[in-house]
Every structure is written in C-alpha cells, then in structure tokens.
C-alpha cells in the first residue's frame, strides 16, 4: 500500500527557510514522480515543484523558482522540498504526491499537475508571519 508522509512544516518568519520532506512507503523510488503541491482555504490546490525520480529532472513554479528547491534520496525513499526566502504568499498547506510514472527529462513539467497524480499524503502547515 502506497503511503506518504509529509513533515517539516512550521511557522516561520519572512526570509527565513524550510526543509519538508516527503517520505514513501509502499513503493521504490526511481521509477516514478514526486509533486510538491500546496493549497490555501478557499483556493485551488496549485503545483510547486515536480521532480522525476528517473533522472532526477525538476520542474518548478514561477512564484517558487529560485527560492525553492526538490531534490530526492532514492536510498532513503525520500524527497525533499528546500524553501529559502519565504514569503507571507508561501502560507498554505503543503502536499506530496506521487504517480507511477517513469517521466523523464522536459516531461516533468506537463507532469506537474494535481490531476497527474493518485497518491497523496495529508499535508504539512508552513506558515509564513512575523
């Protein structure tokens, strides 16, 4: 049975950073891809940050690039979400998301869709306040 398993989320203040991480169970990583997504109350569930544990290739969004950064350990089944330089907009909560899906290279990024994946974990709050 598949399982994810988010973590690191907090309060923190503008400027400051975060590491979630996303730990899988049920499956290898290696073969598949990890989405970090995040959604405010009210608001759709929007992509942040996509990454193909095949090869490693990343996709992010616009209002996280350069700030944010995906990265995996397929020994350890876990991927990682970097956030530096967060912002009050950066409040929501955070999901990992996986597919069966070997994507590779310049794919990520038409992966990188809540309707491109079926496993889910239960989220982790950032909050971003001074």
């Known amino acids: 049975q598949v399982q994810l398993v988010e973590f690191g989320g907090g309060l923190v203040q503008p400027g400051e950073s975060l590491r979630l991480s996303c730990a899988a169970s049920?499956?290898?990583?290696?073969?598949?891809?990890i989405g970090w997504f995040r959604q405010v109350p009210g608001k759709e569930r929007e992509a942040v940050s996509c990454?193909?544990?095949?090869?490693?290739?990343?996709y992010y969004a616009d209002s996280v690039k350069g700030r944010f950064t995906i990265s995996g350990d397929n020994a350890k089944n876990i991927v990682y979400l970097q956030m530096n330089s967060l912002k009050p907009e950066d409040t929501a909560v955070y999901f990992c998301?996986?597919?069966?899906?070997?994507?590779?290279?310049?794919?990520?990024?038409?992966?990188?869709?809540?309707?491109?994946?079926?496993?889910w974990g239960q989220g982790t709050v950032v909050t971003v306040s001074s």
């Open positions: 990454f193909s544990t095949s090869d490693g290739s990343t």
């Open positions: 049920g499956f290898t990583l290696g073969y598949n891809a």
């Open positions: 998301a996986a597919d069966e899906d070997p994507v590779r290279g310049a794919l990520i990024q038409t992966k990188c869709k809540v309707s491109e994946y079926e496993d």
